[in-house]
């Protein structure tokens, strides 16, 4: 999206001098999403010279927000005493949990009926539908989560682009995807591009992707234009693991022969076809396992496993731990015990 539709999307209001950023730190947040989105607004105050925007953290009572990955952060401010904010950011968690405390969803209601400009990190997308507030928008969120939110919520559009700006609601995918985010933000606050370019190459940037980047790399983009066959089988088994189609029916879809469909594996992926199609298997249920309340046996049935012995015997294998274990280790880290780690504030 340019700067110009940008604009379009905020109704014309003024911009005020500063604009003032909250992220709320949902528990078991993503560390990587909240840092690449807070980042590049101290890059651009640095590189301006001027206080184009301030930040301030949120958790819901005020204690210490632990990551995904553990480490906990101070926040500035409780929900309930947190100031006005211009743009208010769920830093989603990793998982989604399945059930979101009610006071997240109150709160978010609120500030939209006060106007605030609402986005989501990585899984923050989640909470906003979750809340109502997505209805009518095109939004984003990490790849491994869309199926949840299509799942849940069916009336919303969801892309898979790294980021969207749709009216008064900005979404972005996980990882460095905020960068992209905020980048396209910097220049509508500074009305140029120029801003946005140093704050590139502040973070060693060497191409700020656009909207219309998509998230995942396609098998094609990794193999080259010379593999079509490939990439089309590929394609066959991602759509189609609740019941697994054979080699027979796979070779004879992408009109092969059962041996060079063994040795297109081979020879491009370094495995046989029925290998690659129980990863894609497995992985796809790791996924529901730690972001649905699914139980292990509708998992095993959506991902094409007979029965729950059979499954648990493959994930075993494969992962080197149960389904069980799995899911009870992927809770977000207020459902564990905490690692003793310091909180660090932001500001």
């Known amino acids: 999206m340019d700067i110009l539709s940008v604009q379009d999307a905020l109704h014309g209001h003024p911009i005020p001098a500063t604009q003032h950023y909250g992220f ?31 930040w301030s953290t949120i958790s819901l009572d005020g204690a210490p927000a632990q990551a995904s990955n553990g480490i906990a952060i101070q926040p500035d401010y409780a929900m ?23 006071r997240y969803l109150n709160w978010l209601r609120q500030l939209a009926r006060q106007k605030t400009v609402l986005g989501g990190i990585c899984t923050g997308s989640y909470w906003l539908a979750r809340a109502g507030l997505l209805n009518g ?6 790849w491994e989560d869309t199926e949840r939110l299509l799942t849940d ?135 529901l396992l730690l972001s649905s309340n699914q139980s292990i046996i509708d998992v095993a049935a959506a991902c094409g496993f007979v029965s729950v012995t059979h499954f648990t015997h493959r994930y075993r294998a494969y992962f080197s731990t149960t389904p069980g274990r799995e899911r009870r280790i992927g809770q977000p880290p207020n459902a564990r015990s905490a690692v003793g780690r310091p909180p660090v504030r932001i500001s």
Do not use: W
């Not at 709320?24 to 206080?51: C, H, K, T, Y």
């Not at 946005?196 to 980047?213: G, H, N, P």
């Open 137 to 142: 928008y095109r939004c984003t969120l990490h």
């Open 24 to 54: 709320l730190l949902v528990p078991g947040f993503s560390l990587i999403g909240f840092s690449s989105a807070l980042e590049p607004l101290r890059m651009a105050n640095l590189a301006s010279d001027n206080r184009l925007f301030q």
């Open 80 to 102: 309930d005493g947190a100031p006005t904010f211009d743009t208010l950011f769920v830093c989603g968690s990793n998982p989604i949990p399945p059930r979101i405390e009610p």
């Open 153 to 287: 919520f069916p009336d919303i559009i969801v892309s898979k682009h790294i980021y969207e700006i749709d009216r008064d609601r900005y979404t972005c995918s996980g990882g460095i995807a905020p960068v992209d985010l905020m980048v396209a933000l910097i220049s509508l606050r500074t009305g140029s591009n120029e801003i946005a370019a140093k704050v590139s190459e502040l973070m060693v940037c060497e191409r700020i992707r656009s909207t219309q980047d998509s998230q995942r790399i396609p098998l094609r983009q990794q193999l080259g234009t010379s593999q079509p066959k490939l990439t089309e089988v590929v394609t066959l088994m991602e759509n189609n693991l609740e019941e697994p189609l054979t080699k027979e029916e796979l070779a004879q879809f992408i009109q092969v022969s059962v041996r060079q469909l063994e040795r297109l594996f081979q020879e491009h992926l370094r495995c046989t076809p029925n290998t690659y199609y129980l990863e894609l298997r497995l992985r796809r249920a790791r996924q």
